[in-house]
């Protein structure tokens, strides 16, 4: 005879819990908080410096984020899945050295080299995720590895920040329609590919495989499928990163990649991505790419040090980790 | 009638254990059919390999006359067979409905899966199937084990599978939903699918089952149909040779001296002013319906939580704040707690790491520590409760479940420690490691030790522990001996109250 005798009956019953206000604050803090962040710093922007509502600043500081938009996008991919991608600081250097040396003024010729710069990105991925997969390495570490072996590849390509651009190329990057930048309509067909993935078949499995490895395994996720998928779409957002970065900076650089790691993953927790997989979505990398980006303008605007901009980033990134970790236990208490 | 799914001289080793050495079944459509065996049998191996989560070493298996060799659960599912499995295969962060339907989701033109499609389709499954109500669009961390459960089973019925495998699917729900289930089951099997039940619930499988496949030591030992066959045959199959009695004589060992002395105990509102002494050489049970304070007395009484009122272990008084000051060797406690996986081991690291992890010091001399000391120990615990290993630097997520309750055991007593706190020991362990670690109990009552001894099963408590201490609404309602001490007697101490109410 058992236990589980009259009593316990009705604490197993299976109601549907009608959700409060409460659970549902608690529920969305991860996204609540980087909004509130972002008008926040945006409030105090806006009372240190005239025309921070006008279209011209939405296009100068989308401009600015949107490197670090694509280069979070595809890391927020990778942490969706419950990994990490250093290697994007290779292939964005890699792709801005290969725009630099490459493209020719000829458009045809530049499309060319588009999509064969894309196409190594991808591939930079696929080869991740087959090495992480079948030799079963952390992927900290096989990417750490082909971050290193990437950016060598890109000084031997180029070995000092130089080269050039085509004239059109570069136009592209500030070339404004109905008034909103190139940037801000890509960050639209950005936001709109998101929108579209997340409810993929794909998109599903790599939150899901994140979420539980074991559990998507046994429900028929290949390993190795999620893996490749997910790091190819990694490298292929930071391909679109750097050919982007070009069209700003006019130039291919064989370090710049390095400034994206670690802000990528920063962008991405800040707006409510976990860590260990499965939770958060791009619109939260987002606010976290621009919250980064308008410490930035904080800090020039209060002509202080440009030392300030991480030491501020890092605290606020602090106060976003914090702040989410607290919503999720009370989260979990009102649980139990 | 032909068989459906065969399998014949199905073999799976992991390394040098043998997890199944001949593995026959042969099963006909539109039947329910029982797999029995202990814990360790290879039930669950033989049931990964049909699901495509395991790959077999050898043999042959046939569904519906084809060969059938599942490469990964993909394969498995494309062919009909689906499985719900005690490890279950949920995704938290998804709802219930996107968890139902995971990689075969409806797609809209887009190729996206919409939320309300997805939604629509699972309360259709669900009401078509008389399933527990459950919200679609809730996400499975918010849900119960039991409604977890639920969800599993309707993830692999929206598969329509060929053949439906339910492993110990009933072991977390509660009766209402169990009938439902076994409802269910019958009346799949009676639309043409095969049914595979796990089940250690023998009444259940009597109920619902046409045929019947015992498992013992990774080989099928006997198939039967249900109704030629009886309760003895199928346990004493299942058992083979080892039919030593589960319960060991018990032979009152308990001195005077009082190992563990309780006043005005309790911990927050869940527990208090419990007046309780365990003695020297005595096995003393805790018994209360669930959620009545029994958790709460453990994990006080190890330092975890809030604790209230006096505590005196061998006559001297103490403050236990901390799992640190409960484990202080030879005065100190030891528990071994409820959730063995979560909480009493470390399952990818070895069985001498997780033995020796809180004794470290036992065999530390200058700040080194002396591997043929820490190897002695470790030998000396696996011999002494004959744990089932390949070796000390087996993982120990690899061990059967009973093993691995072994495991904790040994760890515990290397602590030294001669107050033990046994939370639910023989929980979801086979028949025979419970009647090794009851005989273990007394031969230590019998050394010396004290034990306090909680179990959800009440015959163990009636058996094993000399006396049984009831706890009611988190008060100790009565302390029960001799002839009191029976299911009767602690189920009307347990109940009382709610039966005058």
């Known amino acids: ?336 | 009638m032909t068989d459906f799914l065969k399998a014949t001289a199905v073999v799976k080793r992991y390394g040098g254990i043998v997890a199944l050495g001949r593995a026959d079944l042969s099963a006909r459509a539109g039947e329910v059919h029982a797999l029995l065996g202990e814990n360790g049998a290879g039930k669950s191996t033989f049931i990964q390999i049909l699901a495509g989560a395991v790959r077999a070493d050898s043999g042959t298996i046939t569904l519906a006359g084809e060969a059938y060799r599942p490469k990964n659960p993909e394969a498995a599912q494309a062919a009909g067979v689906a499985a719900v499995f005690q490890e279950l295969s949920l995704i938290p962060d998804l709802t219930v409905a996107e968890n139902v339907w995971f990689r075969h989701e409806p797609l809209s033109p887009l190729g996206t899966v919409r939320a309300a499609t997805l939604n629509a389709a699972t309360a259709e499954l669900f009401a078509r199937y008389r399933f527990p109500d459950i919200r679609p669009d809730r996400e499975v961390r918010r849900l119960t084990l039991a409604e977890r459960q639920v969800v599993e089973i309707g993830k692999a019925l929206s598969r329509n599978p060929r053949v439906l495998i339910l492993d110990e699917a009933t072991s977390a729900l509660p009766p209402a939903e169990t009938e439902w289930l076994l409802g269910l089951a019958r009346s799949v099997a009676a639309a043409g699918t095969l049914v595979i039940y796990i089940s250690h619930r023998l009444g259940e499988v009597r109920a619902i089952a046409d045929r019947i496949t015992v498992f013992r030591n990774g080989e099928t030992v006997a198939a039967y149909e249900t109704q030629a066959v009886d309760d003895e045959t199928i346990i004493a199959d299942m058992l083979g040779r080892r039919m030593d009695r589960l319960y060991p004589p018990r032979v009152a060992t308990a001195t005077d001296r009082v190992a563990l002395g309780l006043r005005g105990f309790g911990a927050g509102s869940k527990l208090s002013g419990i007046d309780l002494d365990l003695k020297e050489g005595e096995v003393l049970g805790v018994a209360g319906l669930q959620g009545h304070g029994q958790r709460e007395l453990f994990q006080a009484l190890f330092g975890l939580g809030r604790a209230e009122g006096s505590v005196a272990l061998w006559g001297q008084p103490r403050d236990i704040r901390s799992p640190r000051a409960a484990l202080s060797g030879r005065d100190g406690l030891a528990l071994v707690p409820e959730d063995r996986r979560s909480h009493g081991l470390m399952l990818a690291k070895s069985i001498r790491e997780n033995l020796t992890l809180s004794v470290v010091r036992r065999f530390t001399r200058f700040g080194l520590t002396d591997p043929t000391r820490e190897q002695a120990l470790v030998e000396e615990m696996i011999r002494t409760l004959r744990i089932k290993a390949d070796s000390p630097e087996q993982p120990a997520g690899t061990l059967s479940g009973g093993n691995q309750q072994k495991v904790i055991f040994g760890k515990m007593l290397l602590t030294e420690a001669r107050i033990l706190l046994l939370y639910d020991p023989t929980r979801g362990i086979d028949v025979g490691t419970k009647g090794e670690i009851f005989t273990l109990m007394r031969r230590l009552a019998a050394e010396g030790y004290a034990i306090l001894f909680y179990s959800s099963d009440l015959a163990e408590l009636v058996h094993v522990a000399d006396r049984v201490a009831v706890l009611r609404n988190g008060r100790l309602a009565a302390v029960l001996e001799g002839d009191d001490n029976s299911e009767h007697g602690i189920l009307r101490a347990a109940m009382i109250e709610r039966a005058a109410a």
């Open chain 1, 1 to 336: 005879m058992t236990m589980l005798a009259a009593d316990s009956r009705e604490r197993r019953a299976m109601p549907g819990l009608s959700p409060s206000l409460k659970a549902t604050l608690t529920d969305r803090a991860p996204i609540l908080i980087p909004v509130a962040m972002l008008i926040l710093l945006v409030a105090i922007y806006a009372s240190l410096r005239e025309g921070v509502f006008t279209l011209d600043e939405l296009n100068l500081d989308t401009a600015a984020a949107l490197t670090l938009v694509l280069a979070a996008t595809g890391q927020t991919i990778v942490l969706l899945r419950g990994g990490i991608d250093l290697s994007i600081g290779g292939t964005i250097s890699l792709g801005t050295v290969l725009a630099a040396t490459q493209f020719r003024d000829d458009p045809a010729h530049v499309a060319l080299w588009t999509v064969l710069i894309l196409v190594i990105g991808a591939l930079v991925g696929v080869v991740n995720g087959v090495l992480i997969t079948a030799l079963r390495l952390q992927p900290f570490l096989v990417t750490l590895a082909t971050w290193s072996i990437l950016s060598g590849t890109a000084l031997i390509i180029l070995p000092i920040d130089g080269g050039g651009l085509p004239s059109f190329w570069m136009a592209f990057g500030s070339r404004n329609w109905l008034g909103l930048s190139s940037a801000v309509w890509l960050l639209a067909v950005l936001v709109l590919f998101w929108l579209w993935f997340r409810r993929t078949r794909l998109g599903i499995a790599i939150r899901a495989t994140g979420s539980n490895e074991r559990s998507a395994f046994l429900s028929g996720v290949s390993p190795l499928g999620i893996n490749v998928a997910t790091y190819a779409l990694s490298s292929l957002f930071a391909a679109l990163a750097a050919l982007y970065l070009t069209t700003q900076t006019g130039a291919g650089s064989p370090t710049i990649g390095k400034d994206y790691i670690l802000p990528s993953v920063a962008a991405a927790v800040i707006g409510g991505i976990s860590l260990f997989g499965g939770r958060g979505g791009l619109i939260g990398t987002i606010i976290g790419a621009y919250i980064l980006t308008i410490i930035g303008n904080l800090v020039f605007v209060l002509s202080i040090s440009s030392y300030w901009q991480p030491i501020v980033s890092g605290v606020i990134l602090l106060i976003a980790v914090l702040a989410s970790s607290i919503a999720e236990r009370s989260a979990r208490r009102s649980l139990t």
